[in-house]
């Protein structure tokens, strides 16, 4: 019988990779693992495949877990899937946790011209069909765990009943309390979280809006919020300050921690950080990171 990774490490790292080039991307993998950042997370939106950046990234490094934050299932029939999985797990061996999710409406329709369907119905039927693929390629030794993209109660039971957990995006702590009461004890809950290592709020919001604005403008992400008590008005021009803060962590190293913190006291198993930088370019922010690495 196959070995599974037992957890993915309490604390890894959200973020594009498109703003490097490969040279940059290999040498930000291997800071992440200097600083002792055991996963780094990677999206799927319209740049670089993220699969065979994986690849290319875990060849080039020792111990760093590559995670996708998410895989569009939308992207790849299940028999790819299955494939991309079982690959992975044989290659890096304790080193891949696939995570998938349905994207947004106008992404699926409009980007890719697919029809919309059901997240949840869409979703159980996709597991099932990766996990009833056939795959004919050598069997890994460590299989690569399933997370899946869950806000609202409903997907979050189908990553308890259904997958190795949940992995929740442009959430709170409060959210997080919340997933773990619906998860029960042993489905991993992974979530993400914005900050910015600024004191000056004013600044801190700034960046902050620049950022959530894209985000707000999705139902889906709206429907979640407003569960957390937070209303339509609030989503305008990149968030009320009360919004803002709820979902972007900022202030001194101290306050970023305690933030991080908050999510592991509420039932996080692991948190991926995603720090912007405070400059307002676009990128992470290294600064943030050297100061929040786990091996300082």
């Known amino acids: 019988m196959s070995k599974t990774l037992e957890n993915p490490g ?3 790292v959200w973020t594009w990779p498109d703003g490097f080039n490969a ?3 290999v040498e930000f993998a291997r800071r992440l693992e200097s600083w002792g950042y055991s996963a780094w997370w990677i999206p799927e939106a319209v740049g670089r495949d993220p699969f065979a950046l994986i690849g290319y990234l875990a060849g080039q490094t020792d111990k760093l877990i590559y995670a996708t934050g998410i895989a569009n299932i939308y992207a790849r029939d299940a028999v ?3 494939a991309i999985k079982e690959t992975l797990a044989e290659m890096l061996p304790g080193r891949f946790v696939l995570g998938l999710g349905v994207s947004h409406p106008h992404l699926v329709t409009r980007l890719r011209g697919h029809t919309w369907e059901k997240p949840v119905p869409k979703m159980r039927q996709y597991l099932d069909a990766v996990a009833a693929a056939r795959y004919m390629g050598p069997k890994p030794e460590v299989e690569a765990p399933v997370v899946i993209a ?9 990553a308890r009943d259904k997958a190795r957990g949940a992995h929740p995006y442009l959430t709170t702590p409060e959210h997080t309390r919340r997933a773990r009461a619906l998860l029960g004890v042993g489905p991993w809950l992974c979530p993400e979280q914005m900050l910015i290592l600024e004191t000056d709020a004013a600044n801190a919001r700034k960046i902050a809006r620049a950022n959530l604005e894209v985000y707000l403008r999705a139902p889906n992400y709206q429907e979640s919020l407003k569960e957390l008590g937070f209303t339509e008005e609030e989503f305008a021009s990149g968030g009320s300050d009360r919004l803002v803060d709820a979902l972007v962590g900022w202030g001194d190293e101290a306050a970023l921690r305690d933030r991080i ?3 592991w006291d509420a039932g996080a ?3 991926c950080i995603q720090p912007y930088r405070p400059d307002g370019k676009p990128g992470v922010d290294p600064r943030a990171l050297e100061a929040l690495a786990p091996g300082r």
Not at 150 to 158: C, F, G, N
Request: charged share 35%.
């Open 10 to 12: 309490r604390l890894g």
């Open 150 to 158: 869950a806000l609202r109660p409903r997907m979050m039971e189908l």
């Open 261 to 263: 913190q908050a999510h």
């Open 80 to 82: 790819t899937t299955k």
């Open 23 to 25: 040279r940059e991307a």
């Open 269 to 271: 198993d692991h948190v």
